[in-house]
T-cell receptor, first 113, second 115 residues
Framework: GENVEQHPSTLSVQEGDSAVIKCTYS??????FPWYKQELGKGPQLIID?????GEKKDQRIAVTLNKTAKHFSLHITETQPEDSAVYFC????FGTGNQFYFGTGTSLTVIP | NAGVTQTPKFRILKIGQSMTLQCTQD?????MYWYRQDPGMGLKLIYY???????DKGEVPNGYNVSRSTTEDFPLRLELAAPSQTSVYFC??????????????FGDGTRLSIL
């Protein structure tokens, strides 16, 4: 099956700086890549996603890039704020598999005021 | 707008006891999922369902059972609780869309300890 690796496992940045989280996947047939944010005591919440026919997608301070050749995708958060502190998960999926997601192991982001 | 609702939020079980974790969604989604989340391990798929009456094993199904008699409900059953099943359990749902795979929507989890 699919194997998704995520780095780093922890990340600390100063408020206002940028944060980048990287994921790699193994199955070249994967074509949907969501990112989730999980706050303490809550379930994961979708923050952005990208499909394999697109190389980059942006939503205000959040962007995701995808390199299909290298089989990696990244989450970029600019102008970080304390409320961005959370655990972030990447995932990979391919059509026709019951919409199964394969998750990375998570990145704990701390934004220092 | 409830989304995905999980009950209970917390539970402590003794080894060998059984229990059912409840999950219901009000978004009329076809697909539903159960995950477990262990520290530093991400989310692992236990079982999933693509519609009422249809269930399939995920990555870590041993020790669990599921059923899907309605579109809305997808309960997870632990028959003989073991310490290795101490975890946080998340239920999720998604719909089948024309563009391909769709986001999964998660509940807030059930924190289960087995002593």
């Amino acid at each position: 099956g699919e194997n998704v690796e995520q780095h780093p496992s922890t990340l600390s940045v100063q408020e206002g700086d940028s944060a980048v989280i990287k994921c790699t996947y193994s199955d070249s047939a994967s074509n949907y890549f969501p990112w989730y944010k999980q706050e303490l005591g809550k379930g994961p919440q979708l923050i952005i996603d990208i499909r394999s026919n697109v190389g980059e997608k942006k939503d205000q301070r959040i962007a995701v890039t995808l390199n299909k050749t290298a089989k990696h995708f990244s989450l970029h958060i600019t102008e970080t704020q304390p409320e961005d502190s959370a655990v972030y998960f990447c995932a990979a999926s391919k059509f026709g598999t019951g919409n199964q997601f394969y998750f990375g192991t998570g990145t704990s982001l701390t934004v220092i005021p | 707008n409830a989304g995905v609702t999980q009950t209970p939020k917390f539970r402590i079980l003794k080894i060998g006891q059984s229990m059912t974790l409840q999950c219901t969604q009000d978004m009329n989604h076809n697909y539903m999922y159960w995950y477990r989340q262990d520290p530093g391990m991400g989310l692992k798929l236990i079982y999933y369902s693509v519609g009422a009456g249809i269930t399939d094993k995920g990555e870590v199904p041993n020790g669990y059972n599921v059923s899907r008699s309605t579109t809305e409900d997808f309960p997870l059953r632990l028959e003989l609780a073991a310490p290795s099943q101490t975890s946080v359990y998340f239920c999720a749902s998604s719909y089948l869309g024309g563009q391909g795979n769709q986001p999964q929507h998660f509940g807030d989890g059930t924190r289960l300890s087995i002593l």
